[in-house]
Structures are given as structure tokens and as C-alpha cells.
């Protein structure tokens, strides 16, 4: 059995162009359980599918008999298809595209055990998105063993890739992998060369903090161009995570990508906002979405907020930087970019 490296195939960067992205439409679940939080939290997906369909096509993926009301609110131009669905993060039940140069499409459907067989979480269906976008993608579908998500991978598209110690490695996802076994996996299959792992993610993307995935790293770090990294710095030593960030930044100071080019550390400030639903705040500007000529921004209502979206701007002076309330999709337990997969033309 051939692997897609082995096959020509890689992980494009977030920056190269998109033919579409994918998105699944919240529906209940233990996620969104109170019937007005469904209905903030479906505003709330619309809202980014908007955004993102202002630069590139979008298909939603909806439950039986939901699509018609989805798309009442995601207005005009927007796709809808209907699979049987557990929640609505795109990113890490769908399909991790690639691509060989040739015009070839090809995509990695990772093992889905909802973060970890958390007792909240619910996957018998989402399991089976990976295949099922595959299929509409018209994408050769590359299984893996690995338990992993879209969420906790990020790569430079220069065979560099950053990883999580508390996901790949944790007890709760790939209990009998070593670290070796796992790089070798991630590698076969994304093209990669070169893992950069962090020890851990932000304090409440973990237990008893809400529907956390045990330290996913797009909301702690994030390539924006070869050799250079987007990171999530907490400022104020009040919060947790003060101490985290401290220790992530300093070790993505002190690493090479594959390479050889140390990296460069553009420290992104966290909101202000220092709780969230009772719990630590893990809101993060990290956990951005880019999509055909544009940069769309998670915004939390904070005097931060446009501090971030100044760092973006300056980072991506040929995108449009868009700002689009997050604040309820991470009472969901993610981000933008936790809710959006891209299909990287060919």
C-alpha cells in the first residue's frame, strides 16, 4: 500500500489558492444543546461563510432535512449538501487535502474519535466525513491509522509541520505510537520533512474547560510564510496561559524549520478578556482562516482586536483582512479556523 508522499503527493501551505472551502452546519448535539445556542451558533457559522464567500466558492455540509434552513441564513452563492452529521468542525472531521503539481487531488482521512473519545463528543457519523468530502471533492483518499484532526496540524508547504504533544502523543488519541512512529505517519502522509512540536496548547482547550481538544496548535501557532510564525502570546501573568505562550514562543525562537531557516516569531497579543463562560479564555487571533485573497479574523468585541487585524494587514498587505465575531463559536470549543477546511486548487 502506497503512501501519498510516496504517490508525489503534499500538504499545500494555507496561502496557496483555493478551489472552495468546506464547512458543516451546527445541528443538535451535546455541543449545542440548548436550543438558543444553536441558533447563535448557526448564525455564527453563517456569518463566517459569508465572509469566506466573498474571496472563494463555499459547501456547507448539513444534516437530513437542514440544508433549506441553513441556507436561509447563509443567503445567496453559497452550496449546501446533506450527510449525516455529529457537529460542525470541518477542520478536523473532514479531510486534510493535497496535491502532487500535476493537477492530481488527493486528500488524507485521518482516524476521528472525537478529540480523544471525550465523553461529551459524538462521532459515529463525523468519522465518516472525511470519505464522503473526498468523494464530492473527486479527491483519491488516502486512509490513515493515526487518530488525528485538521486542527492539530499546520504546515509551512516547505515540508515543515507543527504538532502538539498533548494530541499526536497523548493517551486519549494514539496510546501504543511513539513519537518516531507518529512523525514518520504525518510525514508519509502530508509531505512533511520536518516536526516542530509544542509541548501543549492554551489552558482551556483542556479538561474541565468546555469541549476543548486537548491542545490543538491552530489556536496557539500558525505558519504565515516560510520561516515565519504566527503565535499566540498572553501578556497579562494573571492568566495561565502567560506561562504557556512564555514557554511555546521561546521554543519556536529556538527552531529550525526543514529547511534550516531559523524561525521568525510574530507574537500576536490575546484579548484582554481573561475568562469566558466561567472558565480561562482561550480566545486567539492564531485561529484565523486564509482564504483567496483574504484573512478572515476572529473578534471578540476587544480593544485587541484591531491591534491584531494591524499585525495581519501587515503580515498579508495584499489581503483583505476581514474581523468576524468568534466569540460564540468558541463557546463551542473552537475558532474560524476550526470550522473551515480548504480545497487547494490543482
Keep these: 500500500m502506497t503512501t501519498p508522499a510516496a504517490d508525489g503527493f503534499r500538504m499545500p501551505a494555507e496561502w496557496t489558492p483555493h478551489e472552495r472551502t468546506w464547512m ?59 450527510r449525516e452529521l455529529d457537529d460542525a468542525w470541518m477542520r478536523d472531521i473532514g ?5 502532487d503539481g500535476k493537477g492530481r487531488l488527493a486528500a488524507v482521512d485521518w482516524t476521528f474519535n472525537g478529540w480523544g473519545a471525550q465523553d461529551w463528543a459524538r462521532w459515529e457519523h463525523d468519522a465518516g466525513i472525511g470519505a464522503y468530502v473526498c468523494d464530492l471533492a473527486g479527491a483519491k483518499a488516502y486512509a490513515s491509522k493515526l487518530v488525528n484532526e485538521g486542527g492539530a496540524i499546520h504546515v509551512d508547504g516547505e515540508g515543515t509541520v507543527l504538532l502538539t504533544e498533548t494530541v499526536q502523543l497523548g493517551p486519549e488519541r494514539n496510546p501504543h505510537w511513539s513519537k518516531e512512529e507518529v512523525e514518520a505517519e504525518i510525514h508519509a502522509h502530508l509531505g512533511t520533512s520536518k516536526a516542530i512540536w509544542l509541548p501543549r496548547g492554551l489552558t482551556g482547550d483542556y479538561p474541565p474547560y468546555g469541549f476543548g481538544t486537548l491542545g490543538h496548535v491552530d489556536i496557539v501557532a500558525a505558519f504565515a510564510r516560510p520561516g515565519v510564525v504566527v503565535a499566540h ?36 497579543p490575546a484579548p484582554t478578556a481573561l475568562e469566558a463562560d466561567g472558565h480561562w479564555a482561550d480566545y486567539s487571533y492564531i485561529n484565523h482562516y486564509l482564504c483567496n485573497g483574504g484573512v478572515v479574523l476572529c473578534a471578540f468585541d476587544d480593544p485587541r482586536d484591531e491591534i491584531a487585524a494591524g499585525i495581519f494587514r501587515r503580515l498579508f498587505p495584499e489581503r483583505t483582512v476581514t474581523l468576524v465575531d468568534a466569540r460564540t463559536i468558541f463557546a463551542g470549543g473552537g475558532g474560524i479556523h476550526c470550522i473551515t477546511q480548504q480545497q487547494p486548487k490543482v
Design 24 to 82: 458543516a452546519w451546527p445541528g443538535p448535539n451535546p455541543t449545542f444543546d440548548d436550543p438558543d445556542d444553536l441558533a447563535a451558533s448557526r448564525t455564527a457559522w453563517a456569518s463566517v461563510a459569508r465572509a469566506v464567500r466573498r474571496f472563494e466558492p463555499v459547501t456547507v455540509v448539513c444534516g437530513p432535512g437542514q440544508a433549506a434552513g441553513a441556507r436561509a441564513l447563509l443567503g445567496p452563492g453559497i452550496d449546501t449538501v446533506e
Design 95 to 99: 479531510p486534510t487535502f493535497l496535491t
Design 233 to 268: 502570546h498572553q501578556p497579562d501573568p494573571a492568566h495561565p496561559d502567560h506561562e504557556v505562550t512564555k514557554e511555546v514562543i521561546g521554543l519556536l525562537k529556538s527552531a529550525t524549520d526543514a529547511r534550516g531557516r531559523r524561525l521568525e516569531v510574530v507574537e500576536v
